[in-house]
């Protein structure tokens, strides 16, 4: 069978700590980003706490995997999108979340944000142009 | 239709399980392919045979185990997952020093590639979880 490039959508919904879903999403993501796919994330919902800045997890006895976030660029996932209501509904703004970038190797490797900020209506529409949608 | 089946909950806890399960039966009744089934999260529970459900319950993993069986499914338990929530096979428990194996007659246990591989190579992924 002849290689085939699909769009793969990741979906982080849930917050990070409260289950396991969120961190094993992520190891989804990293082992997939091997696939040379056209891979996108998505975070709405609780999943947009997943990318809040400055996690401390020393009283809960868990690992802080949020530091992985940053290393999505280094994967070449720079289509990071979150959704602006779930943000606003939990009265986070952009300013919360980490920095998230990539590097462009075709632009002298310029620093560029991976984060776009989208409205529900428009995240619709994006999830409507992938061929799978990976959900947790 | 080729399909992927990814179940990411526990038997008996959730309806994932049985709701993929019913899937995965009818569509192959109505003579769809199933390329893989690949347990993740809780999910890798499915694939224990050390289940005892009370006898006038289903029982949710041999139920998986005579599917595959009979229709030479290919059944993944994620690795990573099964490590986390003592899924054993004989592999694993050489690797890891235990002394004992659970894994149920139909599953195997491998890599999150094979979730990912399953996405590419079918015409749909079908996620059974919240």
Redesign the interface.
């Known amino acids: 069978?002849a290689e085939?490039i699909?769009k793969?959508m990741y979906i982080n919904r849930?917050a990070p700590y409260g289950t396991?879903?969120a961190w094993?999403a992520l190891?989804?993501v990293l082992?997939?980003a091997?696939?040379e796919?056209d891979v996108s994330v998505t975070f709405m919902d609780d999943g947009v706490y997943q990318l809040v800045k400055g996690q401390d997890t020393s009283g809960i006895g868990m690992k802080n995997f949020s530091p992985t976030y940053a290393a999505l660029g280094d994967f070449e996932i720079t289509k990071i999108y979150v959704e602006k209501e779930s943000l606003e509904e939990r009265g986070l703004t952009l300013d919360d979340l980490q920095h998230l970038v990539w590097e462009d190797e075709d632009e002298d490797w310029a620093e560029k944000d991976s984060i776009r900020l989208v409205s529900r209506a428009e995240l619709g529409e994006v999830l409507a142009g992938q061929d799978?949608?990976?959900?947790? | 239709m080729k399909f992927t089946i990814?179940v990411?909950e526990g038997p008996y806890q959730h309806q994932s399980a049985d709701s993929a399960y019913f899937f995965a039966k009818a569509a192959l009744e109505k003579g769809h392919e199933i390329y893989r089934i690949f347990f993740?999260?809780d999910g890798v529970n499915n694939g224990t045979r050390l289940t005892t459900p009370p006898q006038d319950d289903r029982n949710v993993v041999a139920r998986w185990s005579e599917l595959a069986l009979e229709h030479g499914l290919d059944m993944v338990l994620c690795v990573?997952?099964a490590q986390?929530r003592g899924i054993v096979d004989d592999g694993e428990a050489q690797r890891n020093g235990k002394d004992a194996t659970n894994i149920a007659p139909g599953f195997r246990i491998s890599?999150?590639?094979q979730?990912?591989?399953g996405?590419?190579?079918s015409d749909r992924?079908v996620?059974f979880?919240?």
Do not use: P
């Open positions: 069978m085939q699909k793969f849930k396991i879903y094993e190891e989804v082992i997939g091997a696939f796919q799978v949608l990976f959900n947790f | 990814q990411n993740y999260h990573a997952a986390r890599g999150l590639g979730l990912i591989e996405g590419v190579q992924l996620v979880g919240d």
